[in-house]
């Protein structure tokens, strides 16, 4: 058996899934200022409908490190940069707390220029004036070589042995300085606060005596087991949209083009599925208008939900953005989207009464009639879901894997269906499709698509291997690993495919998800002469091999 937990912004979702079946499904309120508690409310309901069975894995969809950099409470971090010779400082903004020093590597890992540990001292005394203690540092090119960035740290610890030091090459081994800057930064700014919050839950599901796998859901659509995510919390942004991409194509299991609109309590999540595959943000996951190294889907998230508030306001309607608790028919004390659509279309959805008259105290207010008001809110929010698709269009376009579909088809590309998601999209988003002239698919299991997303999900990883035979060296950009060649010289291409499938396989063995490499591909296969003179003195390689995101070999689909 299976379970997959997703923590929304106002419900968190349960599934026990197994053998094609959705065995229990249990939506409980969220409560914010308290995630853990939310999630095992949730996860004992599901072990008692259980009733002792095995459970193989737990899967955990949560809006802990979300929360914390959308709300800007992650306590205040300091950025110690090495970016060496090319962009001006200023082009550098990642935060106030920022400091340049100097130390640079080029571009095959070699150290060009040492570090200044005078420099570092200053800077360090001015963290501590203004009582800073957690640091991030990154130097450009560390992914070749890490050695500046850790004597950086040493010198931190000697100082003083509490500050907390996250350095950007342990954090992502990618090119692209300034990603992994910010990646680094986001990750020493959440990594205490996950950190205490993955004990917690560890502890809890110790002491329920529960033998399964514990996985956290990545913004990549894929999952890692919760040890992981201790060194990398931004992996489990955006985690939300990434559970209702993988939930809408859990239960369509086609290869139509597709919008998802998952409609929650308090937002609107937008994704694409391109023939059935999610389409993914080439940049990297955006956190507070910085890209970052963190993979994840090209999504975007509305403050527009089924529980956003009805509200007359200086003779004026106010649809949302604000959520006060659940629409009128289910028992809130407010009208809410939700309630005007159960109204003007007649859904029967809860108790149609109560939206009724909630509905038709705000349309006194505002001098209308209820049949005006209802008309009024049904145009607001069809017309904020169509310019957001139709914005999310423009940027889609601008995505690799647009362009391809578009070249492979020889047509522009053409949308089959909206995928409705969340409690609310029974109610919206048959309409929004009518609007936009496609169907609309939405599953009976649709208020609970996120949690089977995250149930049905494997594991994800992604390597590259770089090789500079000339320097008789390669390393990784994941798992940090690095050696020599022991034939330099005879090096081919065929030999690097080989090397980065077995660095692959140590790096899942660490994280404990070896069994998931049978999925691997290769995404990259490059090599390039170096030459100096008229001889070649070595060669470049550069390999990537992945663990694509998908489902469990188990997971065949799910009957109505």
């Not at 971090?77 to 400091?99: C, E, Q, R, W």
């Not at 360090?124 to 560390?142: E, P, T």
């Not at 407010?334 to 149609?352: C, H, I, K, Q, W």
Request: net charge negative.
């Amino acid at each position: 058996m299976l379970i997959g937990i997703d923590v929304g912004g106002t419900f968190t979702d349960g599934i026990l899934f197994d053998d094609g079946r959705i065995l229990a499904a249990v939506k409980k309120p969220t409560r914010t200022d308290n995630l853990q508690e939310s999630l095992l409310a949730v996860l004992d309901e599901l072990l008692s409908a259980a009733q002792g069975a095995d459970i193989a894995r737990v899967v955990l969809s949560t809006t802990l490190v979300t929360n914390l950099l959308a709300t800007g409470q992650g306590e205040r971090t300091a950025l110690f940069m090495l970016p060496g010779y090319g962009l001006p400082h200023k082009a550098y903004s990642v935060t106030a707390d920022i400091y340049f020093l100097q130390g640079a590597v080029d571009f095959r890992g070699r150290v060009i220029e040492n570090i200044d540990s005078n420099q570092i001292y200053a800077a360090l005394q001015d963290i501590k004036q203004k009582g800073i203690r957690r640091i991030a540092v990154a130097c450009k090119f560390s992914n070749r070589n890490k050695t500046l960035e850790q004597r950086i740290r040493d010198e931190i610890v000697k100082f003083d042995p509490n500050l907390q030091v996250t350095i950007s090459a342990e954090v992502s081994g990618k090119l692209n300085f300034p990603r992994r800057a910010a990646t680094a930064y986001f990750t020493a700014m959440t990594i205490t606060e996950w950190n205490r919050f993955a004990e917690r839950i560890n502890q809890a599901i110790q002491a329920r005596h529960l033998d399964a796998e514990i996985h956290i859901l990545k913004a990549d659509g894929g999952t890692m087991p919760l040890s992981a995510s201790l060194s990398n919390p931004c992996e489990t942004i955006f985690s939300g949209p990434a559970a209702s991409t993988m939930g809408a194509a859990a239960l369509s299991r086609d290869k139509q083009n597709s919008v998802v609109v998952d409609i929650g309590g308090t937002t609107t999540d937008i994704s694409l599925l391109i023939s059935g595959e999610p389409l993914y943000a080439s940049k990297g996951a955006r956190i507070d208008k910085h890209f970052t190294h963190v993979n994840a889907f090209a999504v975007r998230s509305i403050a527009l939900g089924g529980d956003s508030v009805i509200r007359c306001r200086d003779n004026s309607i106010r649809v949302g953005p604000m959520r006060i608790g659940a629409a009128a028919c289910f028992g809130g004390d407010e009208p809410t989207v939700t309630d005007v659509f159960n109204v003007y279309y007649e859904l029967g959805v809860g108790d149609a009464v109560r939206s009724q008259e909630l509905l038709e105290s705000v349309a006194q207010s505002s001098q209308m009639t209820l049949q005006s008001l209802c008309f009024f809110v049904v145009e607001t929010v069809i017309d904020r879901l169509k310019r957001a698709i139709t914005e999310m269009f423009t940027e889609w376009e601008n995505e690799p894997a647009y362009k391809v579909w578009e070249v492979v088809h020889r047509r522009k590309f053409q949308l089959h269906r909206i995928i409705g998601i969340g409690a609310a999209a029974h109610a919206i988003v048959p309409i929004l499709a009518t609007e936009i002239d496609v169907p609309a698919h939405i599953h009976h299991y649709a208020p609970v698509a996120n949690a089977l997303g995250a149930a049905v999900v494997r594991p994800t990883l992604a390597l590259q291997l770089h090789i500079d035979t000339a320097s008789n060296l390669y390393t990784t950009d994941s798992g940090g690993l690095s050696g020599t060649l022991p034939d330099p010289r005879n090096f081919q291409l065929s030999d690097a495919k080989v090397l980065a499938m077995s660095c692959l396989e140590e790096v899942s063995r660490a994280r404990g998800v070896e069994k998931y490499t049978v999925n691997a591909s290769f995404f990259m296969e490059e090599q390039f002469n170096m030459i100096r003179g008229w001889d070649r003195v070595g060669k470049i390689f550069e390999v990537g091999i992945q663990v694509a995101p998908g489902f469990i070999d188990e997971y065949q689909g799910v009957s109505e």
